[in-house]
């Protein structure tokens, strides 16, 4: 059985090992370059091969809030943490922000000035910035993925709280995308890596299932998943073979949040190792390193980091901030002490 210490590093690890491999893939069409099957240079942003990206230095910025924080939910320190990022490339594998999203980029400019005074903003503040992030950022073209790729901290510290891990992911995606898809689609995420860590003995049918009949209320999420139902009684497939058997010409990887999250667990749902979902979700092309960060914390939850290859583990650039940080979230979890806020 995977323990929860491994279970929190596979994930951790597995977000950064796999989106190092899709980086030098990133914009790139599929089928127009070779198969990605190891690190490789990142001619885009000249980087050396597994060098980590935004999505990465995201998600530690959000992983060392929570630890920062003792466990609490403080959304100015996490707001903070990612405008360093941006200033001062904090949390980054080369020490300088890069490949920053557009809604993430146009949402920081904004919360910048909040950042300049010393302690947490008050709520009347925090209400002013988030209505100008709101009022920029709510329209359908800003559903970017770049809060569901750095929200998995939120399931592995609070999986025993799943109705604060639910409302946590929806509230950690507003600072930079407030849309009301991108929020659901964290929570749909959350709610897959909540039942990983808290039922070790589910099966990924039953995974399926309960992604199946989570309570969507946006309606193109609902739609995207529903869909694997529709020829259901032609194929006389259960809607768990449906959805696995899909060819890969129908997944589309694009930054929109809901490819994004159709593609990482059309990845992770048809494929019976960690480095087979990893190669396959890449290879994908188009924003490869966000589809497979948000593969690689899903699939690192539930595979344990022992089954990420050592290669690529060892393999990472700046390794020693992800080692920190890791093992900060695996304290925190095991001292506990946290909970219903």
Known sequence: MVSTPSRIRGSLYGTAVVDALGGPVEFRRRGTFAPVTSYRFNATFGLKPGTWTDDTSTMLCLAQSLVDTDGKFVIHDQIRKYVRWYQDGYMSATGKCFDIGNATRQSLDIWRESTQKAGNISALELRHYQNMVDRALTHERACGNGSLMRCAPIPLIYHHFPVLAQKSAALASTPTHPHATCQEACQVYTHLITLIMTKPGITKAELFTALQEFPFTSTVLRTT?????????????????????TPDFQIKSSGYVVHTLEAALWAFFSTLTFQEGALKVVNLGDDADTVGAVYGGLSGAWYGIEAIPNEWIDGLQAKS???EVAGGVVKLVEKGGYGEQ
């Open 225 to 245: 998943f529903d869909r694997y139902k529709d020829k259901k009684e032609e194929q006389s497939a259960t809607d768990f073979e449906h959805f696995v058997q």
């Open 321 to 323: 901030i992800l080692d």
